[in-house]
């Protein structure tokens, strides 16, 4: 298996815009979790899914963000409209029930201008 | 909700030094897992313990699940420049709706002088 794979790794984008993250989760983990990563924050707990319902989506900063599992092999991550303050590393990590070792994807760098 | 204190936040050393950083939790875990991350990537499982007062070695690392259930240690001993990058200390909860998610630390930036 290649891993979790995000795309796209690097994302420059004005204030206002949509921005979609995506990511593909490694094959059979039943749990997907997207994480946020900022230099202040260090790395914090968006929201996670569950066989592709979401469990818990308490880390969600605002109504600006939402993110979906349409199916087992691919989820996102949207912000609308994007603000400065959402420029942050975010990363997409898949786990096996039973199992203890979260893979992470290599992330996708969000610069928000 | 669950905080965990991860310390020193960063730590300059010589190449053949041993390092310790540590991490505290207000409240309890049933896992403590210890995670490396190197620049432009995404953190890597370094060690994982599951039982109170469990000590684990993973090569020259050593990681230690405390008694309490609250706070865990990660020793390197004799440091290679490769060592560099960002660590980790996380806790997860085995049961209920909260299977699999990770609590982290701030983390302790390493950096090991050739």
């Known amino acids: 298996d290649a891993g979790v794979i995000q795309s796209p790794r690097h994302e420059v984008t004005e204030m206002g815009q949509e921005v979609t993250l995506r990511c593909k989760p490694i094959s059979g983990h039943d749990y997907l979790f997207w994480y946020r990563q900022t230099m202040m924050r260090g790395l914090e707990l968006l929201i996670y899914f569950n066989n592709n319902v979401p469990i818990d989506d308490s880390g969600m900063p605002e109504d600006r963000f939402s993110a979906k599992m349409p199916n087992a092999s691919f989820s996102t991550l949207k912000i609308q409209p994007s603000e400065p303050r959402d420029s942050a590393v975010y990363f997409c990590?898949?786990?096996?029930?039973?199992?203890?070792?979260?893979?992470f994807g290599q992330g996708t760098r969000l610069t928000v201008v | 909700g669950q905080q965990l204190n991860q310390s020193p936040q960063s730590m300059f050393i010589q190449e053949g030094e041993d390092v310790s950083m540590n991490c505290t939790s207000s409240?309890?875990?049933?896992?403590w897992l210890w995670y490396k991350q190197d620049p432009g990537e995404g953190p890597v499982l370094l060690i994982a313990?599951?039982?109170?007062?469990e000590l684990t070695s993973n090569g020259r690392l050593t990681a230690q699940f405390g008694i309490t259930r609250k706070d865990s240690f990660l020793n390197i001993s004799a440091s290679i420049p490769s060592d560099v990058g960002i660590y980790f200390c996380a806790g997860q909860n085995a049961g209920g709706t909260s299977y699999g998610k990770l609590t982290f630390g701030q983390g302790t930036i390493l950096t090991v002088h050739p």
């Open positions: 409240s309890i875990f049933n896992t």
């Open positions: 313990l599951y039982k109170a007062g």
């Open positions: 990590a898949t786990l096996d029930r039973g199992g203890t070792e979260a893979f």
